[in-house]
């Protein structure tokens, strides 16, 4: 599709275990940005990349967080030893450029038990 | 206080009605403004986009920007049951950034 595609669409996980999200963007995109939506709240910025580089990872709620876009297309956020307010749904956007409007995945719905 | 605040709602109308949708914000600083649409499990939808003030119309959508009051608006016309979802406010381009800042978003409900 053209869209941008995020992978697992739901994944359960016991507290402690780690768990790896992916992001596929829309082709050509060069930025791409991670998300985390609460129940009932907007999403709240985690990380951005511009093609490769990691520009901006202010919005990690701590190192157990760690993102990565090795070559620039697809990418994966991974969380190490997960707790229970890591529940959320993970959003993944892309775009062309500085300015331009964001596109959105359909998002992980993350639950640790 | 946040610095874009959204009435959650739930907003109930009837099908047919124009829904009137509204985002205050604290940054004069934001240029970008946008509106999502979000059904439930799904991602957000891109609906508006706008640079600076004005308005902007969109076949049954039109988005309006004041920034003297900071204030932006989604109005939808003639709305039909298949309008119900979360409607989210962002904004962006403050100090040189273009990562957007969202609302909580407003639940909407058109019922038949």
């Known amino acids: 599709g053209a869209g941008v595609s995020q992978s697992p669409r739901y994944k359960v996980a016991k507290r402690g275990q780690d768990v790896a999200l992916r992001c596929d963007p829309i082709s050509g995109h060069v930025s791409l940005f991670w998300y985390q939506q609460a129940l009932g709240q907007g999403p709240e910025f985690l990380t951005y990349f511009q093609n490769e580089a990691q520009l901006d990872k202010s919005g990690l709620p701590s190192d157990r967080f760690f993102a990565e876009r090795p070559e620039g297309s697809v990418s994966t956020l991974k969380i190490q030893r997960t707790q229970q307010e890591d529940s959320a749904v993970y959003l993944c956007?892309?775009?062309?450029?500085?300015?331009?409007?964001?596109?959105f995945g359909d998002g992980t719905r993350l639950s640790i038990l | 206080q946040k610095e874009v605040e959204q009435d959650p709602g739930p907003l109930s109308v009837p099908e047919g009605a124009i829904v009137s949708l509204n985002c205050t914000y604290s940054n004069s600083a934001f240029q970008y403004f946008m509106w999502y649409r979000q059904y439930s499990r799904k991602g957000p939808e891109l609906l508006m986009y706008t640079y600076s003030s004005g308005n902007k119309e969109d076949g049954r959508f039109t988005a309006q920007v004041d920034k003297s009051s900071k204030y932006i608006s989604l109005f939808i016309r003639d709305s039909q049951p298949s309008d119900s979802a979360t409607y989210l406010c962002a904004m962006s381009g403050a100090g040189g950034s273009y990562i957007p800042t969202f609302g909580r978003g407003t639940s909407l409900i058109v019922h038949p």
């Open positions: 956007a892309s775009n062309q450029g500085q300015g331009q409007p964001q596109h």
